[in-house]
């Protein structure tokens, strides 16, 4: 599965921003996705998924309640909608269909 995410930059504190991942050779709709997001020195981490089946969802505790992700199966598309951005969101952030196939990583910046 090749996945290309976008939708990251540079927001303040507060701000939103929508990261959205395209699979361009293969549907989605069969796989559990998640995205993940590394900091500088830091290792890779979870932060949210989306099941295969009914859409369950799951979130990292330091997300939740402020972000939120979905998919679209007919644009095969997954998306994570990120409010009340802090500077420690700043990552490069990665969709995962699971549990082998990764996408480039996004860049998401917020300053203080």
């Known amino acids: 599965v090749q996945l290309q995410a976008s939708g990251g930059g540079l927001v303040q504190a507060g701000d939103s921003l929508r990261l959205s991942c395209v699979a361009v050779d293969r549907a989605l709709s069969s796989y559990t996705m998640g995205w993940f997001r590394q900091a500088p020195g830091k290792e890779r981490e979870f932060v949210a998924a989306?099941?295969?089946?009914?859409?369950?969802?799951y979130y990292a505790d330091s997300v939740k309640g402020r972000f939120t992700i979905s998919r679209d199966n007919v644009k095969n598309t997954l998306y994570l909608q990120m409010n009340s951005l802090k500077p420690e969101d700043t990552a490069v952030y990665y969709c995962n269909a699971a549990p082998y196939y990764w996408g480039l990583g996004t860049l998401v910046t917020v300053s203080s």
């Open positions: 989306i099941g295969w089946s009914h859409d369950e969802t």
